[in-house]
């Protein structure tokens, strides 16, 4: 079976200042990892996805990820905030193979202040 | 290429009325998932289909929830009777499943259309 863990509901920034969402999983096998993005009242849009090649993972506007087994984490970053980053963000893990559901975490609020 | 189209945007019905949710996935996509999103939380999975045939819905409530995918392609969703706790908003993703690493068909990202919100009073 497979879970997922995002350790903070909330996380606020500065502008310009550095951006940590915390992700732990779960997975029997070998996971896939992503990072998807909702901001309000739009769709769900893929940040980002780890499946079993480079274990740092470089997605759009500047976000990463880098997968770690032995800590069982896949936290998303990003060097310097930008207001439009303000959104909802869910780490998403699955079992690896294909055919396994997708499985969401509870999703962080990221709030970026001026 | 064309995303997943989801209808209607928008639904309001009463408790204990039927309702009805369609989805057109990307075309070729194999794998097709209905998820619900309540309010402040994140999607929870109802029912997955690998072409026509359901590999998952251990949390799709039965006695009130049916979905089917005929043909393997367009999906319906149905709520029957409605109740007050099923307003949230519902999502039809798919998903290609082609991506090959070391032998193995891994499982691909999923692609969301814009939802359905269900209000229920």
Request: charged residues 20%.
């Amino acid at each position: 079976a497979q879970s997922v863990t995002q350790l903070d509901s909330h996380v606020s920034v500065s502008e310009g200042t550095p951006v940590l969402l915390r992700c732990n999983y779960s997975s029997s096998y070998s996971p896939s990892l992503f990072w998807y993005v909702q901001h309000p009242n739009k769709g769900l849009q893929l940040l980002l996805k780890y499946t079993s090649a480079a274990t740092l993972v470089k997605g759009i506007n500047g976000f990463e990820a880098e997968f770690k087994k032995s800590e069982t984490s896949f936290h998303l970053t990003k060097p310097s905030a930008h207001m439009s980053d303000a959104a909802e963000y869910f780490c998403v893990v699955s079992g690896g193979q294909a055919g396994t559901a997708l499985i969401f975490g509870k999703g962080t609020t990221l709030s970026v202040s001026s | 290429e064309a995303g997943v189209a989801q209808s209607p945007r928008y639904k309001i019905i009463e408790k204990r009325q039927s309702v009805a949710f369609w989805c057109n996935p990307i075309s070729g996509h194999a794998t097709l998932y209905w998820y619900q999103q309540i309010l402040g939380q994140g999607p929870k999975l109802l029912i997955q289909f690998q072409n026509n045939g359901v590999v998952d819905d251990s949390q799709l409530p039965k006695d009130r929830f049916s979905a089917e995918r005929l043909k393997g392609v367009d999906s319906t969703l149905k709520i029957q009777p409605a109740k007050l706790e099923d307003s949230a908003v519902y999502l039809c993703a798919s998903s290609s499943n082609r991506e090959v690493y070391r032998d193995r068909t891994l499982n691909t990202e999923a692609f969301f259309g814009q939802g359905t919100r269900l209000t229920v009073v």
